[in-house]
Structure formats: C-alpha cells, structure tokens
C-alpha cells in the first residue's frame, strides 16, 4: 500500500497516460472532461430547445464512466491513500502566498482559505466561485474543450487547434496568477 500512496515519477504517469490515449485513438474515442456537461445537459432533454444539446448522448456513456472513475479516484485518493509528509510546496510560493495573506497550505496540496469548507461563508468567495465557473464553462464550450481535452488528446492526435488552446491556456493562466489574482486576494 506504501508503494501506492508515495508520489510517482512523472514518467510513470505519461507512460499511463500515452498508453490510455492509444487505445482511445485505436478504438476510435475521444477523450475530454468538458464534454460530460454536454452530454449530461442532453440526458435532461434540454435538446429539444436548444441545438447545441441534441445529440446522440448515449454513444458517451463511456466517457460517463470515466468521469464517475475520476470521482470515485479523486475520493479514495484524497481519504485513504493520502500522504501529507510527501508534499512539499516551493518556499518562494508560501511566501507569496503570505504576502496575499493566506496561510500555507500546511502539508496540503492546497490552502484552506481558498479550498477549504469555510470560503461557503464568505459571500466573496461565493461570488468569485460563480463567476470562475460560469467563465470556465463558457471558456471551455469558446475553446472547443477543456484544457484536458486539448492538452492530452488534441495535442497526443496533433490538432494545431488544440495547441493554439494549450497555448492560450498558459498565457491565461500566467496572467490570472501574476495580475488578477493579487488584485482579487
């Protein structure tokens, strides 16, 4: 069980990953996070008022699975195989961190102000968890998939789109955590 909860190597998550992606390709799938909501919006049967959601939802079913998986993963993660003394977070992050007044994540992969169950208090935090939702999901449907999409299946099936995205995903990202995130914290 050791063996499992300690961190890999990076390698050993790519070599999973490439493999995962060549059977997709082989079988003819598509991998992609962000189109579950599409699928799921269809189920409800919204299609019939809306375009975008009619579609035939049920050849997905198994990237359903796959997002159940990941749940299921994320939780027997989080509570049975975690391991807080393998987690180690630059010093110049903490002290930026600081610097916007939030306290170090503690041997947690992310800090309890911005993560943990009290930021439900805060009518801010609500907010802010709204409109990055609301933003995410449009930006995900504008770019034609997630950054999961785009950066492991675009880019492993060599889509120019999916690198321009990739590409804008980081840029975005640079500029959210240098120039909006202080301006928010």
């Known amino acids: 069980m050791s063996f499992l909860s300690q961190t890999w190597h990076w390698s050993i998550s790519g070599f999973i990953i490439g493999l995962v992606m060549l ?18 919006c269809s189920m409800t049967g919204i299609g019939k008022k809306v375009p975008f959601f009619d579609w035939d939802w049920k050849a997905q079913r198994w990237n359903l699975v796959v997002v159940l998986g990941a749940m299921i993963g994320g939780y027997v993660a989080t509570h049975f195989m975690n391991d807080a003394t393998n987690v180690s977070i630059n010093p110049v992050t903490i002290q930026k961190l600081e610097v916007l007044k939030i ?5 947690k992969l992310l800090p309890d102000a911005l993560f943990g169950n009290q930021i439900f208090q805060s009518p801010k ?54 120039f909006i995130f202080p301006l928010i914290f």
């Open 125 to 178: 935090m609500i907010l802010i968890l709204i409109i990055g939702g609301i933003l995410i999901g449009f930006g995900s449907r504008y770019a034609g998939g997630c950054t999961s999409g785009h950066a492991i299946s675009g880019l492993s099936n060599f889509q120019l789109p999916s690198l321009k995205a990739v590409i804008g995903f980081f840029i975005g990202g640079l500029i959210m955590v240098n």
């Open 23 to 40: 059977a997709l390709i082989y079988f003819g799938k598509v991998f992609g996070m962000s189109s579950n909501l599409r699928s799921l």
């Open 103 to 107: 306290d170090a994540p503690n041997s």
